[in-house]
């Protein structure tokens, strides 16, 4: 009942109306971005639970840590929590019992996930979107 509600005030507000367009109009390129962040993502967690599970397994054996490459599920939730910018926790366990060479990857996965392909591309389809359309704000002071 809400939502109707919404697309109603959309029609007859015209600014409202556009903003949405822009947003549908941009929906087209956003979806190319996801297919290939998910594919970052993939490429990630599968390369992380290859390169890690087993000295996780030797350094913790039963009392695993809570973020771990022990399996797809896990690796997935790490590259996920780099991505969101919080790796220094998962990066320290996983030296811990990996060694120095999960510093490269955990940098690597953070500058080409978070700064390459989620901020740089976003933000350019976003500016596409919105170039498109003239906006024009009056502001009574």
Not at 20 to 48: C, D, S, Y
Request: aromatic share 18%.
């Amino acid at each position: 009942m809400f939502q109707l509600r919404v697309f109603k005030l959309a029609r007859s507000w015209q600014t409202l109306n556009m903003l949405i367009r822009i947003v549908a109009g941009t929906m087209g390129a956003l979806g190319n971005l996801i297919f290939v962040l998910a594919i970052v993502v993939f490429i990630f967690a599968v390369m992380g639970q290859q390169l890690f599970r087993d000295g996780y397994i030797n350094e913790y054996g039963d009392d695993m840590p809570r973020w771990s490459f022990i399996d797809f599920l896990h690796s997935f939730m790490i590259i996920f929590r780099v991505l969101c910018g919080e790796w220094i926790e998962s990066m320290w366990s996983c030296t811990n019992s990996n060694g120095p060479a999960c510093v490269p990857f955990f940098l690597l996965t953070y500058v080409i996930g978070n700064l390459v392909v989620s901020y740089n591309r976003f933000s350019y389809y976003f500016h596409i979107g919105f170039n498109d359309h003239k906006i024009y704000i009056l502001v009574n002071v």
